[in-house]
């Protein structure tokens, strides 16, 4: 994973921005975007790059001393001192649960529901499962596309009026455009992605991108 820093993304020079080079990434992004990729293959691909993109953003996750005792000896070792909170954007951000919650069982999870409406490509809210209280340290907003930004930036700004105070945003490709609005908007939050694609075209797509993330992993098109 390279840190861009004061790399120039459409005039905006970013820091916080985590590219994966890791070759795995790479060739199965390759097969993410393939149009002949089938959304049984599709879906496994978008759970193994968040895995790795999972390992990236949770390097700084704070640990607490805790000792064990293994068949020889006592053994000082750790636990988790953070509460994760996963936050997919759905629908598309639903296939990067399962893949992180495998590895921190103890992770919450919460679910926001917004759309991009395709005249103005605005997001549209229209599911919140947000628990009255906040009960974690640091919340992982999960979305494979970072188009204009739009509906991370809403999912975010929902975040910190809730009261989260530790933010992370995961997304296997973006547009520069995305990653200026959330730099702009939300400076404070790091965005660990896979791939930052060329444009995006004039119906807000990423391009080259993948289509529509959601439609691929569910079979909806
Ligand atoms: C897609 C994607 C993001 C959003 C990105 O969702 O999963 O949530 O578009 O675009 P933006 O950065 O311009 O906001 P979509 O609205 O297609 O909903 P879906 O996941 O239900 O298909
Ligand atoms: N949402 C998608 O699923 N794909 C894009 O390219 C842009 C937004």
């Known amino acids: 994973m390279s840190d861009i820093d004061n790399q120039t993304v459409i005039g905006t020079t970013m820091s916080l921005v985590h590219v994966s080079q890791h070759p795995l990434v790479l060739t199965k992004l390759t097969m993410l975007r393939n149009q002949t990729t089938k959304s049984k293959i599709f879906r496994e691909l978008v759970g193994e790059i968040t895995q790795f993109l999972m390992y990236e953003a949770t390097n700084d996750i704070v640990l607490q001393d805790h000792t064990v005792q293994t068949p020889m000896a006592p053994y000082a070792g750790h636990v988790l001192a953070e509460r994760i909170g996963l936050v997919p954007i759905l629908r598309a951000g639903l296939g990067m649960v399962e893949p992180i919650i495998d ?17 103005t490509l605005q997001p549209v809210s229209y599911y919140n499962k947000l628990p009255p209280e906040v009960n ?38 973006a547009a520069p455009e995305g990653v200026a609005l959330m730099h702009r908007e939300h ?9 930052i694609d060329e444009k995006l075209n004039e119906i807000g797509y990423i391009v080259p991108g993948l289509g529509d993330a959601g439609d691929r992993q569910f079979g909806t098109y």
């Open 103 to 119: 590895m921190i069982p103890t992770a919450h999870i919460w679910h926001l529901g917004l759309y991009r409406d395709h005249d």
């Open 136 to 173: 974690i340290d640091v919340a992982l907003v999960l979305d494979p596309m970072l188009a204009t930004g739009g509906s991370a930036s809403a999912a975010v700004t929902v975040l910190k009026q809730w009261g989260v105070k530790r933010i992370k945003f995961l997304g296997l490709i």
């Open 187 to 195: 400076p404070d939050v790091p965005l660990y992605l896979a791939a």
